[in-house]
């Protein structure tokens, strides 16, 4: 199967400082990917170069065939990638309804708009409830869930997550996980950056591992789950 | 001290405030939105005036039918000093853009002084000398006009930036500009469009001003002062800060010169400005410290 996402050598810096250094990744469709790695090791600058946030130095970025990189984040988004950042990075003083519309564009159908944010309420009936709250006034887990439900307004073909699970509860992170597999059985292909490596691993269906701004290592869930340096390194076994 | 005296100084400030209102709402947008303080403000604010000035005397325009035109005029001058200038510097140091805007300020100055020369003006209107009297009181008609119109441009703004899409992604940017940029928004268009419409506010309270006060090309940076006071005041980034903030000035001005002497009345803005920062650094609406 061709891929929907391929990132191809890219190099990646902030400055002086190369973050990442040569990586390289697939997504094919409908697949969830896990890019794990510990802190600095590149992986929310992989998910913001491919965002066009930052411009990247070498390598290069395909979607669907077509070049991504050089383009603005907003074109990005227009091609079908949305990005739910690390620490969501909502609207506070806006509604969470504000919040949710502001994700399918300024330029969107209001029809298709009205339908997306159905299946938004359906995905996380809390939001529902909590329509006309201030985005900043929600709980972490609920913030999480405006931030995937304003990604999913764009109606992407690829859904990027950073950090998703970060400061969430554990019962809430499983939750939000489960929200992830039901988005994925819609057909959506999901990238996904954690912290929480087994976590990651148990949702996707293959993963890359990311250390020092490169690749070491990348392969089916069970291969990676059954891998002796991971095991080693990030799930403490 | 006279209470009707007294009375009269407030309504006076009260009504006077609209154009500081309108004035300071334009600046808090601009500053919300892009984190850039426009030193200029006060200068395209005079610039208003002028164009108000112009028009009546060239024209017979009254300014308070004028003052759409000159808000359309400053919107574009506002336009082009984002797309050409402050847009290059969005990403520098604060001081680079202080920098940036004082240059501007003093261009839009001089540029003044050459065109229009020194003297102090003032716009003629039908309404200037009109009055009318509700018992011991009276209400000047061109201050009651001024704040009626200053009131419905707020409110148009008001309504502007919470019910349209575009209002609506100004609000997203001003409130976390990260956020809007990951979300796919047109951040470029939106600075545009909100440094045109700060102009386009300040430029409207210059035309309605032009009316009501004396105006020379050096009065605009005491202006810009004002603004600024205005704005910390309110509390920074808060539109409805903004505009209270603007009639409280006013009339601690309106107050201060008749308690104190007319030459004094800034120094009571002032005195507001460093209680505030006293007990209220965040300014009287402002939600979080910066």
């Not at chain 1, 969107?108 to 997306?116: C, D, L």
């Not at chain 2, 017979?60 to 510097?89: E, I, W």
């Not at chain 2, 409280?248 to 800034?266: N, Q």
Request: charged share 15%.
């Amino acid at each position: 199967m061709s891929a929907l996402l391929r990132v191809d050598a890219i190099e990646v810096g902030y400055g002086d400082l190369t973050a990442v250094r040569g990586a390289s990744l697939e997504v094919r469709p409908g697949e969830i990917v896990a890019l794990i790695g510990s802190n600095g090791a590149g992986k929310t600058t992989t998910l913001r170069a491919i965002s066009g946030l930052l411009p990247i130095r070498r390598g290069c970025i395909e979607f669907e065939g077509d070049r991504l990189d050089g383009l603005q984040p907003s074109k990005v988004v227009a091609r079908g990638i949305a990005h739910v950042p690390e620490g969501r990075q909502l609207f506070p003083t806006m509604t969470l309804l504000e919040n949710l519309e502001l994700g399918a564009g300024a330029g969107a159908p209001r029809a298709g708009k009205a339908e997306s944010l159905e299946w938004v309420f359906q995905l996380f009936p809390r939001l529902r409830e909590r329509q006309r709250q201030l985005a900043g006034t929600l709980s972490g887990g609920e913030q999480q869930m405006v931030a995937i439900g304003r990604g999913l307004m764009a109606r992407p073909k690829l859904l990027m997550l950073d950090e998703p699970s970060l400061g969430l509860a554990p019962v809430v992170v499983r939750a939000i996980f489960d929200n992830l597999l039901e988005i994925n059985r819609k057909g959506m292909a999901i990238l996904v950056v954690e912290q929480n490596v087994l976590r990651a691993l148990q949702l996707s269906h293959r993963g890359y591992v990311l250390e020092n701004g490169q690749v070491v290592l990348d392969g089916l869930r069970e291969t990676l789950l059954a891998d002796g340096h991971i095991k080693q390194a990030y799930l403490g076994r | 001290m006279d209470p009707i005296l007294l009375g009269q100084a407030a309504l006076n400030g009260f009504l006077f405030g609209g154009v500081y209102s309108l004035m300071a709402v334009g600046l808090s947008l601009i500053f919300g939105v892009m984190r850039v303080i426009n030193i200029a403000h006060g200068d395209m604010m005079v610039w208003g005036s002028y164009l108000a000035f112009i028009l009546a005397f060239r024209l017979g325009l009254d300014p308070f039918v004028s003052f759409v035109l000159c808000a359309a005029a400053l919107f574009c001058l506002g336009v082009v000093v984002q797309r050409g200038l402050v847009n290059r510097v969005l990403n520098a140091p604060h001081e680079m853009q202080i920098l940036l805007m004082l240059g501007v300020a003093l261009v839009l100055e001089n540029l003044a002084l050459v065109v229009f020369g020194p003297d102090t003006r003032r716009t003629e209107s039908a309404y200037g000398l009109a009055t009318v009297w509700f018992g011991p009181i009276f209400v000047d008609v061109a201050r009651l006009i001024t704040f009626a119109l200053a009131l419905a441009l707020s409110c148009a703004l008001y309504l502007f930036l919470f019910r349209s899409d575009l209002g609506k992604l100004i609000r997203a940017a001003a409130d976390n500009g990260y956020g809007a940029l990951v979300i796919g928004a047109d951040v470029e268009r939106i600075y545009t469009v909100a440094f045109g419409i700060g102009a386009a506010c300040v430029g409207a309270a210059g035309a309605l001003m032009s009316a009501l006060l004396p105006f020379s090309p050096a009065a605009g940076f005491a202006q810009t002062v004002t603004s600024f006071n205005i704005v910390i005041i309110g509390g920074m980034g808060s539109l409805l800060g903004a505009f209270l903030g603007g009639l409280i000035v006013a009339v601690a001005e309106s107050l201060g010169a008749v308690l104190l002497v007319p030459s004094l009345k800034e120094l009571v803005g002032f005195v507001l400005l460093v209680l505030i920062l006293l007990f209220r650094p965040q300014g009287l609406f402002g939600g979080k410290t910066p």
